[in-house]
């Protein structure tokens, strides 16, 4: 492109933004005339590289054209073309309620250990016996 003599304001890129937007697809000398105010052609050529790496515009030889949608745009259009429902994307296996328990034969989750209420009973013990001995302790040093 060559050395840049002059950078582009804010206020140029975005008139030439709007331009484009309501025209989707122009030609640069049309895009000139449609300007409400001139701006240098190497300016021009800066603005339109700057969009074209950005990804919001195309440009070719037959013009220049407005490729970018918004979020809410690419979401309204998804939601009205796409074949895909949000419960496409669940996992195999992965259950929606967390309180809900999965038994040892549920196959549409993880199993849980057999072990499980073993541990837990044993945890229990060992607490019991814990106290008793500070309570033994307690006793013997008063």
Known sequence: MGKIIHY?????????????????????????????????HQTLNVI????????KIIDHR???????KS??????LLRHTS???PEDFRIPG????????LSRNDETGPR???????VSAHSH???????QRISRTVAVNQ
């Open 94 to 101: 992965q259950y929606t309620h967390k309180k809900r328990q």
């Open 8 to 40: 582009p304001n804010l206020q140029t890129v975005l008139m030439v933004e709007t331009i484009l937007k309501k025209e989707k697809d122009i030609t640069r000398t049309e895009l000139k005339k449609k300007l409400p105010k001139k701006i240098m």
């Open 71 to 76: 979020p809410d745009e690419m979401e309204e």
């Open 62 to 68: 037959q013009g220049i054209l407005w490729t970018y």
């Open 112 to 118: 849980r250990k057999a072990t499980t209420s073993r």
């Open 83 to 85: 074949p895909f429902t």
């Open 125 to 131: 013990q060992k607490k019991r016996k814990n106290k």
């Open 48 to 55: 339109i590289k700057y969009l074209e790496d950005s990804g």
